[in-house]
């Protein structure tokens, strides 16, 4: 039996699948000529049943052709991105609380301040500094009398009078002879002693064992970002208990030299006048002063910072 009867059957044996009227037979036959009349009686005369099978033949040709002809095209859209991975726990909590609104009660972080554009950051001050000499102490009777800088002195608290250094100062005080050393603000002026540098509160005395032998020599460091040669100086030159005497001197040292002032000063022991010569820019210039009063007068030169609201330079 031909191929294409045999391909029929197979369908007509399937149940049916394929059912072929005549009409659609004679418009495949020839799809340029359409034959209006059907062919009822093709299929009942066998002699008509080769060229029906050809027709069936040439239709499942052109079926199978245009099926196998499909051949699949490549997808040229972009692959589908991949999914992100899951995120760890932790950093979703942490991102969780970065965006959670701070409660109004709790403290505000400390935002950095951010320095104004086209000013000039200030001149770091020398840090560093220190000097060596005598430490000596006070207590009774300067406790509970003002100190040059206006507070109450109290010599149970670690504090130190020196003649240059800026109010506040914080400067450690170290004993070189058994290495113990204390910390102690700056809020006096003095001594007022040749060969000392410091005078101690009784409290910062104690710390460094210099109660007993009272005049210890010391080494002077300053903390923090204080620029102690920055300043007005004057140098002192004498100290009189009659006013006329520091009159006089200033008056025979008005002729060459100036400003001149006389400074009272009410001691536990009395007042005292004090004659101070010059108001000087820098420290260093005001000790270069110092010794040429030294040298042209004989005279033993005190360095001492010109405090502010106090011409001659505090009140101790």
Same mark, same amino acid.
């Given at each position: 039996?031909?191929?294409?009867?045999?391909?029929?059957?197979?369908?007509?044996?399937?149940?049916?699948?394929?059912?072929?009227?005549?009409?659609?037979?004679?418009?495949?036959l020839d799809s340029r000529k359409h034959?209006?009349?059907?062919?009822?009686? =093709?299929?009942?005369?066998?002699?008509?049943?080769?060229?029906?099978?050809? =027709?069936?033949?040439?239709?499942? =040709?052109?079926?199978?052709?245009?099926?196998?002809?499909?051949?699949?095209?490549?997808?040229?859209?972009?692959?589908?991105?991949?999914?992100?991975?899951?995120?760890?726990?932790?950093?979703?909590?942490?991102?969780?609380?970065?965006?959670?609104?701070?409660?109004?009660?709790?403290?505000?972080?400390?935002?950095?301040?951010?320095?104004?554009?086209?000013?000039?950051?200030?001149?770091?001050?020398?840090?560093?500094?220190?000097?060596?000499?005598?430490?000596?102490?006070?207590?009774?009777?300067?406790?509970?009398?003002?100190?040059?800088?206006?507070?109450?002195?109290?010599?149970?608290?670690?504090?130190?009078?020196?003649?240059?250094?800026?109010f506040e100062t914080m400067v450690r005080?170290?004993?070189?002879?058994?290495?113990?050393?204390?910390?102690?603000?700056?809020?006096?002026?003095?001594?007022?002693?040749?060969?000392?540098?410091?005078?101690?509160?009784?409290?910062?005395?104690?710390?460094?064992?210099?109660?007993?032998?009272?005049?210890?020599?010391?080494?002077?460091?300053?903390?923090?970002?204080?620029?102690?040669?920055?300043?007005?100086?004057?140098?002192?030159?004498?100290?009189?208990?009659?006013?006329?005497?520091?009159?006089?001197?200033?008056?025979r040292l008005d002729v060459s030299y100036?400003?001149?002032?006389?400074?009272?000063?009410?001691?536990?022991?009395?007042?005292?006048?004090?004659?101070?010569?010059?108001?000087?820019?820098?420290?260093?210039?005001?000790?270069?002063?110092?010794?040429?009063?030294?040298?042209?007068?004989?005279?033993?030169?005190?360095?001492?910072?010109?405090?502010?609201?106090?011409?001659?330079?505090?009140?101790?």
């Amino acid at each position: 039996m031909p191929r294409g009867m045999r391909r029929i059957r197979d369908l007509h044996d399937a149940g049916g699948a394929l059912k072929i009227s005549p009409e659609t037979v004679s418009v495949t036959l020839d799809s340029r000529k359409h034959v209006s009349h059907p062919q009822f009686g =093709c299929l009942s005369n066998f002699s008509c049943a080769p060229l029906f099978a050809l =027709c069936v033949f040439c239709l499942l =040709c052109v079926y199978s052709s245009g099926c196998a002809a499909r051949k699949p095209i490549a997808d040229r859209r972009q692959p589908p991105p991949v999914e992100p991975s899951s995120t760890p726990a932790e950093t979703a909590d942490a991102a969780k609380r970065s965006t959670d609104v701070p409660d109004a009660s709790a403290t505000p972080p400390a935002v950095a301040s951010v320095p104004k554009k086209n000013k000039p950051a200030p001149v770091p001050a020398p840090s560093g500094y220190t000097e060596e000499g005598n430490a000596s102490w006070y207590g009774v009777p300067f406790h509970g009398r003002h100190a040059s800088n206006g507070e109450i002195y109290d010599m149970y608290k670690l504090t130190a009078a020196h003649r240059t250094l800026p109010f506040e100062t914080m400067v450690r005080v170290t004993n070189l002879n058994n290495g113990k050393s204390t910390v102690v603000r700056i809020t006096d002026r003095g001594p007022f002693v040749d060969n000392r540098i410091i005078d101690l509160s009784l409290a910062a005395a104690r710390e460094v064992e210099s109660v007993g032998p009272g005049v210890v020599p010391v080494r002077v460091e300053v903390l923090g970002g204080v620029d102690p040669t920055a300043g007005f100086f004057t140098v002192q030159v004498g100290a009189f208990r009659e006013r006329a005497n520091a009159e006089r001197l200033r008056d025979r040292l008005d002729v060459s030299y100036s400003p001149i002032f006389i400074q009272q000063y009410d001691s536990p022991d009395g007042v005292f006048y004090r004659v101070r010569v010059g108001r000087i820019s820098g420290e260093n210039a005001a000790r270069q002063f110092g010794e040429q009063l030294r040298g042209r007068e004989g005279f033993t030169p005190l360095v001492t910072r010109l405090d502010e609201g106090s011409p001659a330079g505090g009140n101790r």
